[in-house]
């Protein structure tokens, strides 16, 4: 599940940014205001806005540009102009400069609400606290506006102040009930802050309204990590596959969709996703580890074996893969591979009392015995061992000739053994007797 949390964190950022761009879209750019010239100066200023306005509309903004500041050279004071000024900044992606011109027009006439709402805009990528304030005046501006509210939400989102975001997008939801971007903002926003049943009502909402199109496939992969997070596995597998007819080249998606499958033992499925995720490039880690998940589940420890070689690669200090590939190792019975990952696993985290319990296994089973001891000595200093792990033991001392050790250690598993049945039993008993019988004689 984390690599599904380490995927949602991921889905819903993607959301703000497109939040961000639709905003930037929704930047109002002035129109051009036909003026009865009275005298030369007049027609001077009524030409250059003309001007101005036809390379806006031909997207010619450096004219645009030129335009705007030869008008202003002449008339400062006008409001409109240096906010028509910064839009054209805006179009060049000139932010400091459009930052500029938007302050000089909200100086010159303080009820700008545009003015306000393009300069939180401006701000929202590179300083999304500053973007906050004027962004919450055009809301005041502009009290019966949607997209003023949606807008507020997002900087305030930015700024981790989930819950005010939330208030803005349903005050904004309010104002219009069928905006798409608003429903994939408050969904998403519900989702972070841990409501994830309120998020998939809003999802279903949204894909009632808009069952087809661009703003569908947001619905779907929003109401999908909904379900993910309330645990209705087979329903946000459905939800996945529905957005990714509209987005097939999404291939974090087609990851976590295999995922789900796996989840649900769809093995072959999510094996089929992974595949068709992983096409013309090289898989990453994540896909790489649910690879070798599904393969250890089906016991193909051969297929399991290179997935999890090219994870290790990718991630060299992940003790935790070289200790899996270990493990496999001795599922396989090559005893001698398991020990040596084992011991490069356990260098790499020499807390880890469990690779230390595998490691004790694998030794033992490669029959270096004095090896196992070793480590079942190591063991020993940190925790109570099993009842078994006496067996083990005196096994160890017995294949290494050392006899009043290994009688010792068959002792004590006998006192702490209660099945009476099992071989270790009667193997250990026969052993005692014997050694009995070879002390005496020495």
């Given at each position: 599940m984390k690599a599904r949390s380490m995927y949602l964190a991921c889905c819903w950022t993607l959301c703000v940014f497109l939040g961000a761009a639709a905003a930037s879209s929704a930047q109002t750019v002035g129109t051009s205001r036909t003026r009865i010239p009275q005298d030369g100066a007049a027609v001077a200023l009524n030409n250059l806005q003309a001007q101005a306005q036809a390379a806006m509309d031909r997207k010619d903004y450096e004219a645009a540009v030129s335009a705007y500041q030869a008008y202003l050279s002449k008339k400062p004071d006008d409001a409109t102009v240096h906010y028509d000024l910064g839009y054209a900044y805006t179009a060049m992606q000139k932010s400091v400069e459009a930052k500029t011109e938007y302050e000089k027009a909200i100086s010159l006439d303080p009820k700008m609400a545009a003015a306000y709402q393009n300069l939180g805009l401006t701000l929202l990528t590179s300083d999304p606290a500053a973007a906050v304030a004027p962004l919450r005046k055009a809301a005041e501006l502009l009290p019966e506006n949607a997209r003023a509210r949606w807008l507020l939400g997002t900087a305030l989102e930015k700024n981790g102040k989930l819950d005010l975001a939330i208030d803005q997008y349903e005050a904004a939801k309010k104002l219009d009930n069928k905006d798409p971007?608003?429903?994939?903002?408050?969904?998403?926003?519900?989702?972070?802050?841990?409501?994830?049943?309120?998020?998939?009502?809003?999802?279903?909402?949204?894909?009632?309204?808009?069952?087809?199109?661009?703003?569908?496939?947001?619905?779907?992969?929003?109401?999908?990590?909904?379900?993910?997070?309330?645990?209705?596995?087979?329903?946000?597998?459905?939800?996945?596959?529905?957005?990714?007819?509209?987005?097939?080249?999404?291939?974090?998606?087609?990851?976590?969709?295999?995922?789900?499958?796996?989840?649900?033992?769809?093995?072959?499925?999510?094996?089929?996703?992974?595949?068709?995720?992983?096409?013309?490039?090289?898989?990453?880690?994540?896909?790489?580890?649910?690879?070798?998940?599904?393969?250890?589940?089906?016991?193909?420890?051969?297929?399991?074996?290179?997935?999890?070689?090219?994870?290790?690669?990718?991630?060299?200090?992940?003790?935790?893969?070289?200790?899996?590939?270990?493990?496999?190792?001795?599922?396989?019975?090559?005893?001698?591979?398991?020990?040596?990952?084992?011991?490069?696993?356990?260098?790499?985290?020499?807390?880890?009392?469990?690779?230390?319990?595998?490691?004790?296994?694998?030794?033992?089973?490669?029959?270096?015995?004095?090896?196992?001891?070793?480590?079942?000595?190591?063991?020993?200093?940190?925790?109570?061992?099993?009842?078994?792990?006496?067996?083990?033991?005196?096994?160890?001392?017995?294949?290494?000739?050392?006899?009043?050790?290994?009688?010792?250690?068959?002792?004590?598993?006998?006192?702490?053994?209660?099945?009476?049945?099992?071989?270790?039993?009667?193997?250990?008993?026969?052993?005692?007797?014997?050694?009995?019988?070879?002390?005496?004689?020495?």
């Open positions: 971007d608003i429903r994939a903002s408050l969904g998403g926003a519900l989702l972070r802050a841990g409501r994830p049943a309120e998020a998939e009502s809003v999802f279903r909402e949204a894909l009632s309204l808009n069952p087809v199109g661009a703003a569908a496939g947001q619905a779907h992969i929003g109401l999908a990590q909904a379900l993910i997070a309330q645990k209705k596995i087979e329903e946000a597998a459905k939800e996945l596959a529905a957005y990714l007819v509209s987005r097939p080249d999404d291939a974090n998606a087609r990851m976590e969709l295999a995922g789900e499958l796996a989840e649900l033992g769809k093995n072959d499925d999510a094996l089929a996703e992974l595949d068709r995720a992983s096409t013309g490039t090289p898989e990453n880690l994540r896909a790489l580890k649910l690879r070798v998940q599904i393969a250890f589940q089906r016991k193909h420890y051969d297929d399991a074996i290179p997935a999890l070689q090219k994870a290790i690669a990718l991630a060299p200090q992940d003790a935790d893969l070289v200790a899996q590939l270990g493990h496999i190792y001795l599922e396989k019975k090559d005893y001698p591979n398991a020990v040596n990952e084992l011991i490069v696993a356990f260098k790499m985290n020499p807390a880890s009392n469990d690779v230390l319990g595998e490691l004790v296994t694998a030794q033992y089973l490669n029959k270096n015995y004095s090896g196992a001891l070793k480590a079942l000595d190591a063991l020993s200093q940190r925790k109570t061992l099993p009842m078994g792990s006496w067996f083990i033991r005196a096994t160890c001392y017995d294949k290494l000739g050392q006899p009043a050790q290994a009688l010792d250690a068959y002792k004590k598993f006998l006192e702490l053994n209660t099945d009476l049945n099992n071989d270790m039993y009667f193997e250990a008993s026969a052993r005692v007797r014997t050694l009995n019988r070879e002390l005496k004689k020495k």
